[in-house]
């Protein structure tokens, strides 16, 4: 099964600096309107333009291979490409070692390619993130691109301090489990933090492990988002 799972894989970064904290989501609510916290003075970046090559499901890549500039979306977050989530529905628990496991970082990749297809992109720089990347808002063909990935739920915000309509799209996609938020899924910071292995090999059952023992998380519209996953390795 396992096999097939990544065969599957194989066939099918610029948010904005983080917050000091990892984001809890039920904290951002009350933030919402607050001004948001000094930053340095802006630094004028270039307009990118032309057609991009998609790295994952918030960065981009202008040029060749050889020779280019990469630039992450701003304002959101995906989950990194060898990232897991997992499918809450976990019902037969005596022949399944962990809930079924959800490719979060391809497919968040995907979808990002999908809606940018063969068409140019324009990227307005903002700023530079803190490893150097231009961090700007792109669109493709009229479409804001940070906007659509929050809208089909596979992206989360950066930070709670961001314009009403992205904060409208995330809500409306976490109300209908649009798609990460349909699963049990690390908060990307954590899973930074903590994955040892971030291979295109890692196995789902790391990430099923970190989610049994997380400090902060991307809570799922589910009643029971909090109750962690009975570890079953030892």
């Known amino acids: 099964m396992r096999s097939r799972l990544f065969l599957f894989i194989a066939a099918s970064s610029l948010a904005q600096p983080a917050l000091a904290a990892d984001p809890i989501y039920q904290n951002w609510h009350a933030l919402r309107g607050q001004a948001a916290p000094p930053v340095a003075a802006a630094v004028r970046l270039p307009t990118f333009k032309g057609p991009v090559t998609v790295l994952d499901g918030r960065t981009l890549w202008f040029g060749t291979l050889g020779n280019g500039y990469k630039v992450r979306l701003a304002g959101i977050d995906t989950c990194e490409l060898p990232q897991w989530a997992l499918n809450p529905k976990w019902t037969n628990r005596d022949k399944q070692q962990a809930p079924t496991p959800v490719p979060c970082g391809p497919f968040a ?15 307005v720089g903002l700023a530079y993130a803190n490893d150097g990347i231009p961090v700007a808002q792109c669109t493709t063909n009229g479409v804001d691109l940070a906007a659509e990935m929050l809208r089909v739920g596979w992206a989360r915000l950066d930070s709670p301090y961001i314009n009403a309509q992205y904060y409208a799209y995330q809500t409306n996609a976490m109300a209908a489990r649009y798609g990460m938020w349909g699963t049990y899924v690390l908060d990307m910071n954590e899973w930074r933090r903590k994955a040892v292995d971030k291979t295109l090999d890692r196995h789902p059952i790391a990430d099923f492990n970190l989610l049994a023992e997380r400090k902060s998380e991307i809570s799922p519209p589910f009643a029971d988002a909090r109750n962690k996953p009975k570890r079953t390795d030892r």
């Open 109 to 123: 990749k995907a979808w990002l390619k999908r809606t940018v297809g063969n068409r140019p992109t324009t990227c």
